[in-house]
């Protein structure tokens, strides 16, 4: 921020989604924005994540959707380089080999019919029977009866915001701590944001990504903004003695088994309607670990490290919120990834800073447009 309390665009929210548009808003565009984070960066979801760049799985989209993510992670793949080099942070961005088991011959057939649509639109993935599967010496269950073999991306998520943070500020991005708690508007036009202190930041464009706590602003946007945070929480484990680190992480509808590059082994997770408290409990611990034992039994074995939980901001539809807010003109939202907010920081971030800086976007951001809820509204 200039000492007059201006700024090119202002963003609330300084977790992965603000950093990442500010960040290519700079690099891309020449605009330097100021960063309004309430608590510091990276103190939610962007920092809590587990940090594993997936498209398929677990929780399942459409190949729409799933086309997306993928973009997203090719986009992570592009720009890794060039984000470590400028923020002077390693975070540790690298494959994974991961395993889906089947545990029951529904479940096979299951995994098994997925690969065809999977291969269609260029994942590679690879069945492994029950004999390949044992050869790999992996944590997996004795009882699984095949697996579907990926090798997909993953990075340190706390590291990776800061990353985003650092480069930012290296381009002029300005960085604040304040609450914000309104937006400016002349006419139909947003022009800054109000701040709890009394202070006003006028800028050219306004960008809310503050996670699940926009669903706080719908006064500022004039619409309903559906998201509800939703907590997970993952635990850090240590290999037990004797035993060495998975080399292949463990996805099953039940649970995760996910070997870090930088020596922690997450396993998770829960998806908690808990309001806003961000505190992990020994009820979620117990349960994960319950749940993970039946895929990987070692983990029985395996000491607890830490345990930790974050808010996802979760949309009804399971899909982002991403573009211009209907009815004022230069106020944009990025919010409601869900699971999937590591996965998408790069791509959203530069479709949200094409659209601020020349008010339309080369990625199609079209299906997960505000308007889709305002309109509802």
Same mark, same amino acid.
């Given at each position: 921020?200039?000492?007059?309390?201006?700024?090119?665009?202002?963003?609330?929210?300084?977790?992965?989604?603000?950093?990442?548009?500010?960040?290519?808003?700079?690099?891309?565009?020449?605009?330097?924005?100021?960063?309004?984070?309430?608590?510091?960066?990276?103190?939610?979801?962007?920092?809590?994540?587990?940090?594993?760049?997936?498209?398929?799985?677990?929780?399942?989209?459409? !190949? $729409?959707?799933?086309?997306? #993510?993928?973009?997203?992670?090719?986009?992570?793949?592009?720009? /890794? =380089?060039? &984000?470590?080099? *400028?923020?002077?942070?390693?975070?540790?961005?690298?494959d994974i080999p991961i395993l889906r088991p089947a545990l029951d011959e529904e479940e096979a057939r299951d995994l098994q019919g997925q690969m065809g649509w999977q291969r269609e639109i260029g994942i590679d993935v690879e069945w492994l029977d029950e004999t390949q599967v044992r050869s790999l010496g992996t944590w997996l269950t004795e009882d699984a009866l095949g697996a579907a073999y990926t090798i997909e991306?993953?990075?340190?998520?706390?590291?990776?915001?800061?990353?985003?943070?650092?480069?930012?500020?290296?381009?002029?991005?300005?960085?604040?701590?304040?609450?914000?708690?309104?937006?400016?508007?002349?006419?139909?036009?947003?022009?800054?944001?109000?701040?709890?202190?009394?202070?006003? !930041? $006028?800028?050219?464009?306004? #960008?809310?990504?503050?996670?699940?706590?926009?669903?706080?602003? /719908? =006064?500022? &946007?004039?619409? *309903?903004?559906?998201?509800?945070?939703?907590?997970?929480?993952?635990?850090?484990?240590?290999?037990?003695?004797?035993?060495?680190?998975?080399?292949?992480?463990?996805?099953?509808?039940?649970?995760?088994?996910?070997?870090?590059?930088?020596?922690?082994?997450?396993?998770?997770?829960?998806?908690?309607?808990?309001?806003?408290?961000?505190?992990?409990?020994?009820?979620?611990?117990?349960?994960?670990?319950?749940?993970?034992?039946?895929?990987?039994?070692?983990?029985?074995?395996?000491?607890?490290?830490?345990?930790?939980?974050?808010?996802?901001?979760?949309?009804?539809?399971?899909?982002?919120?991403?573009?211009?807010?209907?009815?004022?003109?230069?106020?944009?939202?990025?919010?409601?990834?869900?699971?999937?907010?590591?996965?998408?920081?790069?791509?959203?971030?530069?479709?949200?800073?094409?659209?601020?800086?020349?008010?339309?976007?080369?990625?199609?951001?079209?299906?997960?447009?505000?308007?889709?809820?305002?309109?509802?509204?």
């Amino acid at each position: 921020m200039t000492t007059n309390g201006t700024a090119e665009v202002v963003v609330v929210g300084g977790g992965v989604m603000g950093c990442s548009t500010a960040w290519f808003l700079a690099a891309d565009h020449g605009i330097r924005s100021v960063i309004v984070e309430r608590d510091a960066v990276a103190s939610g979801a962007s920092g809590g994540a587990a940090g594993e760049l997936g498209a398929v799985g677990r929780h399942r989209y459409s !190949i $729409e959707y799933t086309r997306f #993510l993928l973009e997203g992670i090719r986009m992570h793949t592009e720009v /890794a =380089e060039t &984000l470590v080099a *400028e923020s002077g942070v390693d975070y540790l961005f690298s494959d994974i080999p991961i395993l889906r088991p089947a545990l029951d011959e529904e479940e096979a057939r299951d995994l098994q019919g997925q690969m065809g649509w999977q291969r269609e639109i260029g994942i590679d993935v690879e069945w492994l029977d029950e004999t390949q599967v044992r050869s790999l010496g992996t944590w997996l269950t004795e009882d699984a009866l095949g697996a579907a073999y990926t090798i997909e991306k993953q990075l340190e998520a706390y590291p990776f915001a800061i990353a985003l943070a650092q480069a930012c500020e290296r381009r002029g991005v300005s960085i604040r701590t304040a609450e914000v708690n309104g937006v400016l508007r002349d006419g139909e036009r947003a022009c800054g944001v109000t701040l709890a202190s009394g202070e006003r !930041i $006028e800028a050219g464009a306004v #960008l809310v990504a503050n996670g699940p706590w926009s669903q706080h602003t /719908a =006064e500022w &946007l004039g619409m *309903e903004v559906p998201v509800v945070p939703l907590r997970g929480q993952i635990v850090h484990l240590s290999p037990p003695d004797g035993v060495p680190m998975p080399a292949h992480s463990i996805f099953h509808e039940t649970g995760y088994v996910l070997p870090k590059a930088g020596g922690d082994l997450l396993v998770g997770t829960t998806e908690e309607l808990a309001g806003f408290d961000p505190y992990p409990t020994m009820e979620a611990q117990n349960g994960i670990l319950e749940a993970v034992i039946r895929i990987a039994p070692n983990v029985l074995d395996a000491p607890i490290r830490d345990l930790t939980a974050c808010l996802r901001p979760y949309s009804p539809d399971q899909m982002p919120i991403l573009g211009a807010v209907p009815g004022t003109e230069s106020l944009y939202l990025s919010t409601g990834h869900g699971y999937k907010g590591i996965t998408l920081a790069i791509i959203s971030g530069k479709a949200m800073a094409q659209q601020i800086a020349n008010g339309k976007s080369d990625i199609d951001i079209s299906p997960f447009s505000p308007a889709r809820f305002a309109e509802a509204s």
